[in-house]
Structures are given as C-alpha cells and as structure tokens.
C-alpha cells in the first residue's frame, strides 16, 4: 500500500473542541443543522446541537447537571452511530467518487474511495483518475468533508491542499453513468469524424473530372495506333410542325439534329458516336463505339477544357 506513510497529521480548520471524557475533538465544518468532527483520525457526520451536551469549547468547563450516565449513553451514540441516508448527500462517505483541484497546480483528478485493497490503482502518486484506499492520506482527508470544502493533509512529508469539487454516491454509480455517458460520446465523435473524413475522401474521389461536351480529347485509335484530337461541340434539335388542323396546334413534326461540328476542322459532335463513347470517361480509360457494324476502340491519352492541344495538331498537320 502507501511506502513510506506517515502518520496523517491534520492542519487546524477550526475550533478545537472536547468531549465530556475530556477527549479532544475538532470541528472542521458546518451545515445546515449538521457538524464534520474529526475524533480519533476519523470524521464523523453528527448533529449540531449536541455542542453543549456532548462537545464543548476546549476552553470552557463541562457542563455537570448532565448525569455520567447520560453522557456516557450521549458519548456512545457520538462515537457509534451512523449518519442518516438522507446526509449521505452532504458529505463525502467511504465507497464515494471524489472529484478534486489540487490547489498548487490547479490539476483535476477523479478518484473512487474503496475499502478492497484489491480494488485500489493508486499507492504512491496521484494521477488524474483511479481507486484509492479510504484509509489512505488524502481517502482520511476527504471523508466527512462536502463540495467545495479546501482541505490540506500531509503525505510522505509533503503538505497537499485540495479543493472538492464535487462527489458522487457509490450506491447511486452516478460517476460510473457519466463517464460511460462520456465515453459514448468520444465514440459517436470519433464515428462523426471519421465518417467526416471518408466523405472528404469520397468527395475529392468524386471530384475527378470526366469527359464533357466543349472539352479537347485526344485518342489513340487501338487497332491502327493513330493519335488523333477532336474537339467535342454541341448539338441541339430543330423542331418544325407538319400540316395543323388548327394554326396553334400542329398535327405532326419534323425534327433533325443540328450541330457545328466539322470533323475537317477537328470537332465532332456530342451525339456522335466517337463522342458518346468518351464523354463522362477520364484519362486513361480504353472505350469502345460502333459504326456500320464494325467496332473500334480507343484509348483516352488525355483532355483539356482548351483548345491548345487541337491547334498543335493543326501546327504540326501544316507543317507537314
């Protein structure tokens, strides 16, 4: 357990006190209708009115009219009863969890007070969370004490001052619930995250740019090995009404594809064959068209939103 513990001596918090036995006694916090003793190395919850009848100021007499037989019935009851359920919330019991500052660094720490020593985690050092025996040092120091009490204690020959922050009952597992609450909302942030993350991937995936109507794309013809660029442009339908019953609704249509394209001047158009078959593919990719029943493929060596790499091939189609 605790190397090299010393005995706990506590710093004065308040008025020293003494029972009817002429035993000393210390207050060390009040409450409500409720006093914090510390009698013996232990801190007893016990009401405020016996202060008069059991405890009185160090330097003041007993009170005599009190008969020893009723003071020592009081003396018992002081020493051996136990707090109410209903007090449990007010003051730190054994089996509690204790949330604490360490005042000189201003560190927070968790720690669960036990009575198992194989339950106990801590022995030499205090860490930001464990379990530490109740009969420890600082387990001595909280007992009996409540939320924002400023408690100093020795320990290994070193003066700790911590405040409580808060406490939690052992029966309840409130602290147990929280940090489980915790830990489940570490995990849901950890999934948002990543699958924030895998959007982003999927997202940049997505973004990669494909073949599309106005763009310059240069092919290699897979059976001949020819590289030849064209230019894809866009085609539209003319509409035109037949014969009409009536001038505003025509009985019948006559359509027809038009486009700019001339494949003289290196451009095609987005209906053609050639076109279809490489619109919405990407750099790299081997596709495939048919015309009069004979089947080609080509190989997309690259394309730009430009028409740069069309006029080097109409450079170098005059030069030659």
Request: glycine fraction near 6%; include cysteine; charged fraction near 30%.
């Amino acid at each position: 357990m605790w190397r090299n513990r010393l005995k706990v001596i506590y710093l004065p918090k308040g008025k020293m006190y003494k029972l009817a036995n002429g035993e000393p006694v210390e207050v060390v916090s009040k409450y409500n209708d409720r006093i914090v003793v510390l009698y013996n190395g232990a801190r007893l919850d016990r009401p405020a009115d016996i202060i008069g009848r059991v405890i009185f100021p160090a330097d003041e007499q007993i009170d005599k009219s009190i008969s020893d037989s009723e003071q020592r019935a009081m003396l018992n009851t002081f020493k051996n009863s136990k707090s109410p359920d209903h007090m449990r919330r007010k003051v730190i019991h054994a089996g509690d969890t204790v949330c604490i500052k360490f005042i000189e660094s201003g560190r927070k720490a968790v720690y669960t007070l036990s009575d198992d020593p194989k339950k106990v985690t801590i022995h030499d050092t205090y860490p930001d969370e464990g379990i530490i025996d109740e009969k420890s040092p600082l387990g001595i120091a909280v007992i009996g004490m409540g939320t924002n009490d400023i408690v100093t204690f020795y320990d290994r020959e070193h003066v700790i001052v911590i405040q409580i922050l808060s406490f939690f009952l052992k029966k309840e597992g409130m602290y147990q619930r929280m940090k489980e609450q915790k830990d489940a909302e570490k995990m849901l942030e950890h999934q948002k995250k990543k699958r924030k993350a895998e959007e982003k991937v999927q997202r940049s995936v997505s973004r990669v740019r494909t073949i599309r109507t106005g763009d310059t794309v240069c092919v290699e013809f897979m059976d001949t090995k020819e590289k030849k660029a064209f230019k894809i442009v866009q085609a539209w339908i003319e509409v035109h009404g037949g014969s009409a019953a009536k001038p505003y609704r025509p009985m019948s249509y006559d359509s027809k594809t038009i486009t700019d394209a001339n494949p003289d001047e290196d451009t095609i158009s987005e209906t053609s064959p050639l076109a279809r078959a490489v619109i919405g593919r990407k750099r790299g990719d081997i596709s495939s068209f048919t015309v009069n029943g004979r089947k080609t493929q080509v190989r997309i060596i690259a394309f730009f939103d430009n028409d740069a790499w069309l006029q080097k091939q109409k450079d170098q189609s005059t030069k030659t």
